[in-house]
């Protein structure tokens, strides 16, 4: 079955670099990677999600990488704001009927 | 917008107790879920609806099933709660990939 590993677990950055958060899954028949940001005391909400078709996506200061021959995707945050301080969960798809696995997550801080 | 509401926030029981945890959407979404969050493990996928009366076990079930009579309505039930499922329990639903998430439970076992 699908295996999602996530690296680092925790990322501490100054405000205003960069941050970038990279998973790795096992199952080559994968299409469909959702990153999630779940806020201190907060819901997990979608914030970008890219599909096998293409190979980068990007909505304003974050975007996502997909690497499908070494199967991995990353995310990358760039000119981070303390706002952007959360839990950052990807995701890969596990069989049908839109059910996703997630990794562990990774802890951003941006330090103002 | 989607709205995800479960009925509790915070939640205490005692060992053995029967536990109900309820989840209602309001957006006819057909995929429901819910999921236990721990630190360091992750969204772990316990039982999974997609459609009513409907369901999927998920990662991990065990101490755990679900009930799905309606649509909007997808609810958990602990049979005899135990301390090791204290834990924060959130419910989701999806149309098509995006999952939208509840507010979650946290439910402390004694």
């Known amino acids: 079955g699908e295996n999602v590993e996530q690296h680092p677990s925790t990322l501490s950055v100054q405000e205003g670099d960069s941050a970038v958060i990279k998973c790795t899954y096992s199952?080559?028949?994968?299409?469909?990677f959702p990153w999630y940001k779940q806020e201190l005391g907060k819901r997990p909400q979608l914030i970008i999600d890219?599909?096998?078709?293409?190979g980068e996506k990007k909505d304003q200061r974050i975007a996502v990488t997909l690497n499908k021959t070494a199967k991995h995707f990353s995310l990358h945050i760039t000119e981070t704001q303390p706002e952007d301080s959360a839990v950052y969960f990807c995701?890969?798809?596990?069989?049908?009927?839109?059910?996703?696995?997630f990794g562990p997550g990774t802890s951003l801080s941006v330090i103002p | 917008d989607v709205k995800v509401t479960q009925s509790s926030r915070y939640l205490v029981k005692r060992t053995g107790e029967k536990v109900f945890l309820e989840c209602v959407q309001d957006?006819?979404?057909?995929?429901m879920f819910w999921y236990r969050q721990d630190p360091g493990l992750g969204l772990r996928l316990i039982y999974f609806?997609?459609?009513?009366?409907?369901?999927e076990k998920g990662d991990i079930p065990e101490g755990y099933s679900v009930s799905r009579e309606k649509k909007e309505r997808f609810s958990l039930i602990l049979e005899s709660a135990s301390t090791n499922q204290t834990s924060m329990y959130l419910c989701?639903?999806?149309?098509?990939?995006?999952?939208?998430f509840g507010p979650g439970t946290r439910l402390t076992v004694l």
């Open positions: 890219i599909r096998s078709n293409v």
């Open positions: 199952d080559s028949a994968s299409n469909y």
């Open positions: 957006m006819d979404h057909e995929n």
């Open positions: 989701a639903s999806s149309f098509p990939h995006e999952q939208f």
């Open positions: 609806s997609y459609d009513v009366k409907m369901k």
């Open positions: 995701a890969a798809p596990k069989t049908s009927y839109d059910k996703v696995i």
